[in-house]
């Protein structure tokens, strides 16, 4: 692998868990390799083929070349994002019962590789309506659940942009999931910022962005919120189409992603990206380094205002 190495940000920015979703080409531990190349402390992978509904069992040394690689420790905040053929409101049989034995299979790989939750869109009605296919959802949750019930691994419910029929939405959706499986414990939420953005959220500006979180904590509460997949959009405030772009140069525009990396609530959160790019990963060293300059400012801001607090204090 040639991919560029940049130079480890400043001691004060590396508090923020940051990252991006790596490809797990070569094998999960390979990943690792990858994302520490972008110095990145934090990083989504897929457990398996996306595209594909199952795959072979880990063998042992597979999970422990990823467990014990040198590099593990670099990285603060690890995570699985689910394939992309699971739909747990499937209203084809075979199809259903295909997600629930997916599911249930890629949270035990994700278990076994010690991630502490698996990113999972919730799923898509195709007609059946929303209430049909937000009940189909919650129960087959219930189900995967009771089918691995020593499984440690949570389902961190994804914002979506609502692109046909898929549901999740808005907060209420995933709140009203939350509240109605058997064990809302095991579940919590990831944000996506192209998701909400597309569904129709004003976050284009600080005040805007402000008011989604405190809509989203009202709703489901920040304590539910376990990572923050941080894309632009291609697509424009409402349009309920899922295209992800470079940070800062879609349509959302920069302030959403200045918020975030300025709040401290969101520090100790994983924000990974999913944004385009290629083998060599340099659009994710771009990316990462306009998120780095994001929250570098306010630690430029926080001396200012130290200073003036002092001042008015009558301190040096």
């Known amino acids: 692998m040639h991919t560029r190495k940049v130079s480890r940000p400043p001691t004060r920015i590396e508090a923020h868990l940051l990252g991006a979703h790596m490809s797990i080409g070569g094998g999960v531990h390979v990943a690792i390799e990858r994302s520490c190349s972008i110095q990145g402390n934090a990083m989504q992978i897929f457990v398996k083929n996306n595209m594909q509904w199952f795959a072979r069992p880990f063998e042992k040394k597979e999970i422990a070349a990823f467990l014990n690689h040198a590099q593990r420790t670099e990285l603060k905040a690890v995570f699985a994002h689910a394939n992309y053929l699971i739909n747990l409101a499937a209203t084809n049989p075979q199809f259903h019962a295909n997600s629930i034995?997916?599911?249930s299979e890629e949270l035990t790989r994700a278990d076994q590789l010690e991630l502490p939750f698996l990113v999972l869109h919730p799923g898509a009605h195709l007609g059946a309506g929303d209430e049909a296919g937000l009940n189909k959802i919650a129960s087959t949750i219930d189900e995967v659940f009771r089918g691995i019930p020593r499984v440690k691994t949570k389902i961190a419910l994804e914002t979506t942009a609502g692109q046909g029929t898929c549901l999740g939405h808005t907060f209420e959706q995933l709140a009203w999931l939350i509240a109605s499986v058997r064990e809302p414990e095991r579940l919590c939420v990831c944000l996506d910022t192209a998701h909400v953005f597309a569904a129709g959220h004003d976050i284009g500006s600080e005040a805007g962005t402000r008011r989604m979180f405190r809509e989203f904590d009202h709703t489901i509460g920040l304590n539910r919120l376990a990572a923050l997949h941080l894309n632009d959009s291609k697509t424009a405030r409402g349009s309920r189409v899922d295209r992800h772009e470079h940070i800062g140069k879609g349509q959302i525009g920069l302030e959403a992603f200045r918020f975030i990396?300025?709040?401290?609530?969101?520090?100790?959160?994983?924000?990974?990206?999913?944004?385009?790019?290629?083998?060599?990963?340099?659009?994710?060293?771009?990316?990462?380094?306009?998120?780095h300059e994001l929250a570098a400012e306010k630690s430029k801001q926080t001396k200012y205002e130290k200073a003036t607090y002092r001042a008015r204090d009558g301190r040096k």
């Open 101 to 103: 034995r997916a599911l």
């Open 261 to 291: 990396m300025r709040d401290r609530r969101f520090r100790q959160i994983p924000k990974v990206l999913e944004t385009p790019k290629g083998k060599e990963l340099l659009e994710d060293v771009e990316n990462m380094k306009t998120l």
